[in-house]
């Protein structure tokens, strides 16, 4: 028997390596174990930026039943439960695999949207799965299970994802964000074509922004900037977009964006009945419990009744998170009503409401606030969020505007677009084509009556005032010839404006004012340009003569004032000659005082000689006065003689006219007056026949021995004869006086 050495220890052979092989060696081995050791106890590692999603090869429960895809109570295949960053153990490699995925993130300021893969299907009448509380899609197992609230439901989801991160089990769930559509490879490139279809869909909708009306989105500049998505290049575009202060204004054929409001459709929910076109408002009160602001809240908004389709109320200025899986949105401008305007509200939505307008009018119904039909308040200037689905806003202007019927002229309003000159026919058979012009007015309480009469403005001026004044004014036309029609103008147009005052009330408008211009002859032949220059002839005939006058007038002014301007120029010599005159004055007045002394001296000194003079004339006069008052007594003797001193008189005055060179009946004798008319039979007054004829008739009389019966002539005769004897006696004291003395008084007076 052959013997064998023993082999050596295993530790033998590794007598001859080196010192840090054996260490490596070592640390591999130590490894080694501690796999096999983790490998035993079914640990798993997941990354903290990852989650993992469990499937289950095999379970004694068996598989997942009732068409679900979702293990909820350990069935084999997709677990509902997911892992978190972490060490797991009990995760078998022979019984488990784990799909470690990345967490869902949704950049800020926009809106991911959710497919479930599991859940209850949906009835034919739904487009999209109800909301279901469930940590906004983190917890698959309250998704999936029956519990207080209704269970998910498989396909698009209503609840969307805001900005943030979600540790979401992609086994069940889709999410499509702007960026990427997370989700786990179980249905191959099908499931990609389709989710890569809805991005495409939601990208051309700008669905995952926000809706923002009146301003700019929530992103930031930043991710614009490195975002090179469609919604990002529409935002920075309109960034980019100049301010709005710089836009068009209002009423323009352009419109601000930012004056926009957001007409709502709803793709979910209970269909509208028949013969509606409007979804109707539900749940906008605060303080109602279905308060769904603004169609966010989606499944307040259905408790709350609200229907799909076409939304009454709109989306005013703000910032909106909608689904738009559920809901579109297109912006429209806001109503704007002018000032000078206001808006008649023409009504598609509402009940049927009772009409206001009583049962008179029967132009159609005029209804309240609310109803369909024509509101009877109209909305006065200002902007309204008003949704032209819903209604439809007429504008009727308030201020007086102007109606031109003049051939190829209107106003901006464009309201006598159209409208051309009114032609005649005149009484003398002249056409002309009347220029016409008409200011009219509504009254902003009768707008909707006359938006039910006529539908618009518009149909009001072409339909009715048109024919209305083009007859009228024909059938004055037809009354007055072509002269009467320019030279009565203003009668034509006083009598229309009275006239059609009174029709327009029959409208609900008024005439303001009625304007004629002249009169178109450019078709006339010439004949009504012949009556119009006889007409100017005849003015500028008149004009001349005004002219002339006027002339006249100036030519005077002119030498009053060339008269002043002599003076003004001789002005020098003027004042030399007054002064001088002032000087001949003064010095007059020296010599006059001067006069006034010597004259004084020589009176007092022809005083004293006529004094003296008097002194000595007194002897001589004594004895003159004898003498007189002897031929003065012979005198009175002689007048007494004749018994009347009258009769004296008249011998003194026959004797003088006998003596007198003049004849005593003159050849010619005019004779002024013959009766007074007042019943004297033709005899003229006493005081009308003179000295001589008194002193005939008194002399007649004596003779004759007739009584004069004339008071007056008595009384004229008397007072000469007083006067003759005064004269008498004055001669006679005048005889008597001494010659001396005589002469010493005259001096002296």
Not at 256 to 280: R, S, W
Request: glycine fraction near 10%.
């Amino acid at each position: 028997m052959t013997a064998f050495p023993l082999s050596p220890p295993l530790f033998a052979l590794f007598e001859d390596l080196p010192a840090p092989v054996l260490l490596l060696v070592g640390v591999l081995g130590v490894l080694l174990l501690v796999v096999l050791l983790c490998e035993l106890l079914g640990t798993r590692y997941i990354p903290n930026n990852r989650v993992g999603v469990v499937e289950k090869l095999w379970s004694p429960k068996g598989s997942v039943s009732g068409g679900r895809i979702i293990a909820l109570n350990g069935e084999a295949g997709f677990q509902c439960d997911i892992l978190r960053g972490g060490v797991h153990f009990g995760l078998w490699r022979w019984q488990y695999r784990i799909h470690k995925v990345q967490l869902v993130t949704v950049p800020q300021g926009k809106i991911g949207y959710v497919y479930a893969r599991d859940g209850e299907p949906l009835p034919p009448s739904q487009t999209i799965g109800r909301v279901v509380a469930c940590n906004n899609f983190q917890d698959a197992r309250a998704f999936l299970s029956d519990g207080d609230d209704v269970r998910g439901q498989r396909g698009r989801q209503r609840a969307i994802l805001r900005e943030g991160v979600y540790a979401v089990n992609l086994s069940l769930f889709v999410v499509i964000t702007e960026d990427a559509a997370y989700r786990l490879n179980m249905q191959g490139q099908q499931e990609v074509e389709t989710l890569l279809t809805w991005q495409k869909e939601l990208r051309r909708l700008d669905g995952f922004s926000p809706i923002v009306i009146g301003g700019q989105a929530l992103t930031t500049e930043d991710d614009d900037e490195e975002d090179d998505s469609p919604g990002a290049r529409r935002r920075r575009a309109k960034a980019a977009a100049p301010a709005p202060d710089a836009l068009p204004v209002m009423g323009s054929e352009e419109q601000n964006p930012a004056d926009t409001i957001g007409i709502i459709t709803l793709h979910d929910g209970p269909a509208l009945p028949p013969g509606e076109i409007i979804a109707p408002a539900v749940g906008i009160d605060r303080d109602d419990a279905h308060y769904h602001n603004n169609y966010q809240d989606i499944e307040a908004f259905l408790k709350a009744g609200g229907r799909r389709g076409r939304q009454y109320v709109p989306l005013i200025d703000g910032t909106y998170f909608l689904n738009r899986w559920f809901a579109t949105v297109e912006m429209i401008p806001k109503t704007v009503v002018p000032v000078g305007y206001v808006g008649v509200v023409v009504s598609y939505y509402g009940r049927v409401g009772r009409d206001v307008s009583g049962d008179h009018f029967r132009h159609g119904e005029r209804v309240s606030e609310g109803e369909r039909g024509v509101w009877e308040r109209p909305l006065g200037p200002g902007k309204y969020p008003f949704n032209t689905y819903a209604g439809r806003i007429i504008h009727v202007p308030t201020t007086n505007f102007v109606l031109h019927w003049i051939t190829d002229k209107s106003e901006s309003h464009r309201y006598d677009e159209g409208l051309q000159s009114i032609d005649l026919v005149t009484k003398d058979a002249y056409e002309p084509l009347l220029p016409l012009s008409v200011v009219v007015h509504i009254d902003y309480q009768k707008a909707p009556s006359v938006i039910q009469r006529f539908g618009d403005v518009k149909r009001l001026i072409t339909q009715t005032l048109d024919p209305m004044l083009s007859a009228y004014f024909r059938d004055i036309a037809h009354k007055k010839t072509m002269l009467e029609l320019l030279q009565q103008r203003d009668s034509i147009q006083a009598e229309a404006r009275e006239e059609l005052r009174r029709k327009f009330r029959d409208f609900d408008i008024e005439c303001v004012d009625v304007l004629i211009g002249k009169p178109d002859t450019a078709e006339a032949g010439g004949k009504i340009e012949q009556l119009l220059e006889q007409l100017r002839l005849r003015q500028l005939s008149i004009e001349q003569i005004e002219t002339f006058e006027r002339q006249r007038a100036a030519a005077e002014k002119l030498r009053t004032l060339n008269e002043a301007q002599a003076t003004a120029a001789k002005q020098t010599e003027l004042t030399n000659s007054h002064v001088q005159v002032q000087i001949a004055e003064n010095q007059g007045e020296a010599d006059l005082a001067r006069a006034r002394k010597a004259a004084e001296q020589m009176v007092v000194t022809a005083q004293a000689e006529a004094q003296q003079r008097v002194l000595a004339g007194r002897g001589e006069g004594s004895k003159t006065l004898q003498i007189g008052l002897s031929e003065a007594a012979v005198l009175l003797r002689k007048i007494s003689s004749f018994g009347d001193p009258r009769l004296y008189a008249l011998s003194q005055v026959a004797e003088s006219l006998s003596q007198s060179s003049q004849p005593l009946v003159p050849e010619r004798v005019f004779v002024a007056g013959g009766g007074n008319g007042n019943g004297d039979n033709g005899h003229g007054s006493t005081a009308s026949q003179g000295l001589l004829g008194t002193l005939i008739s008194l002399l007649v009389a004596e003779k004759s021995g007739f009584e004069m019966g004339d008071a007056n002539g008595l009384a004229g005769l008397k007072e000469f004869a007083d006067r003759m004897t005064r004269e008498a006696m004055a001669s006679m004291e005048q005889a008597a006086a001494p010659p001396a003395l005589v002469a010493g008084e005259k001096a002296a007076s």
